[in-house]
């Protein structure tokens, strides 16, 4: 007869080992970060939280995260686009909660401009948040995960990662490189026990994609909603947002034990945009 899993048992093999490990999320006061982090300490990982916002919120995210889970939590204010901040943070984490064994490159902005009036301020510190920190916190963190034998990188790519659109030549630049940057890794580190992969996300409605509706309704010249409908959704085959919890949960999975032999991986999770 056939056994059918139960959805326990497929639960606790999924988090089996992660409680009490340290994960650190970059830019998770917010969006897609946040729910990573939420979703890890639901597995019993403590959590070190980085980002921006008013102290008194992050204290709340903190205090619902320790009480809900069981679990210890940190925060770093660190500017991923300062490596000095981000030197900083990695110690200050391994004398904290002890050793990174999960890291999750999350912290991105975004600009939407024609190529042609692309402020190079903009395309430098986008190059800076969502690729150059990414090498800096895992140049810090892969000596100890060698050691350990034991690791998990996970870098938040995008479906722009994959594919490219107009107007967002820095992002997509920078996406680009996140996955090449992820590859290396995974090679560098296989024989370690350590996997780096990346998740590309498609269009989540977080404050980072709220805030370039306005810039591609001018970009375009087209109204807001027409981007909502005609651009963000109409990229994904089944109209809907990619949410934060979708996303959490393939992170749970890629440090899960039965993730083990994925490594260097461009991971789509975008309503099937890259499939056409
Ligand atoms: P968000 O704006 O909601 O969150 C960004 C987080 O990064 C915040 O916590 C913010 O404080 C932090 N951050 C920004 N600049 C920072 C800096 N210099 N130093 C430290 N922290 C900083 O955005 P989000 O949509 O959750 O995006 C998170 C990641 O997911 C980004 O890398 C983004 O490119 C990627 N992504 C997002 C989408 C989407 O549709 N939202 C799609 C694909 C990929």
Redesign the pocket.
């Known amino acids: 007869m056939e056994q059918r899993p139960i959805a326990g048992t497929q639960l606790s093999a999924m988090t089996s080992g992660l409680r009490g490990r340290t994960a650190l999320v970059?830019?998770?006061?917010?969006?897609?970060?946040?729910?990573i982090a939420r979703a890890f300490a639901g597995a019993g990982m403590n959590i070190v939280l980085?980002?921006?916002?008013k102290k008194e919120d992050i204290e709340a995210t903190q205090h619902v995260l320790e009480t809900s889970f069981s679990i210890r939590t940190a925060f770093s204010?660190?500017?991923?686009?300062?490596p000095t901040?981000i030197a900083q943070m990695i110690s200050e984490t391994e004398a904290s909660l002890g050793s990174v064994d999960v890291l999750v490159?999350?912290?991105?902005?975004?600009h939407v401009e024609p190529i042609e009036s692309f402020p190079p301020e903009k395309w430098d510190?986008i190059l800076?948040?969502?690729l150059s920190?990414a090498f800096h916190t895992i140049r810090a963190v892969v000596p100890g995960m060698k050691a350990r034998k034991w690791g998990r990188i996970i870098n938040?790519?995008?479906?722009?990662a994959l594919v490219a659109s107009p107007f967002k030549s820095a992002?997509v630049a920078a996406?680009h490189g996140v996955l090449g940057l992820t590859k290396t890794v995974a090679l560098e580190t296989a024989e370690h026990g350590i996997t780096a992969n990346a998740?590309?996300?498609?269009?989540?409605?977080?404050?980072?994609?709220e805030?370039q509706i306005p810039e591609t309704a001018q970009a375009r010249m087209l109204t807001e909603d027409q981007v909502i409908r005609d651009v963000l959704l109409h990229a994904q085959p089944t109209h809907k947002?990619?949410t934060?919890e979708e996303i959490g949960a393939l992170a749970v999975f890629l440090c899960s034990p039965g993730a083990a032999s994925m490594t260097g991986a461009a991971l789509p999770i975008?309503g099937g945009w890259t499939a056409q």
């Open positions: 970059t830019g998770s006061t917010s969006g897609i970060g946040l729910g980085n980002g921006f916002g204010a660190a500017d991923m686009s300062k901040d490159n999350n912290a991105g902005i975004q510190a800076a948040i969502n920190a938040i790519a995008s479906a722009h992002y996406k998740i590309c996300p498609g269009y989540v409605l977080t404050p980072l994609v805030k947002f990619v934060t975008e």
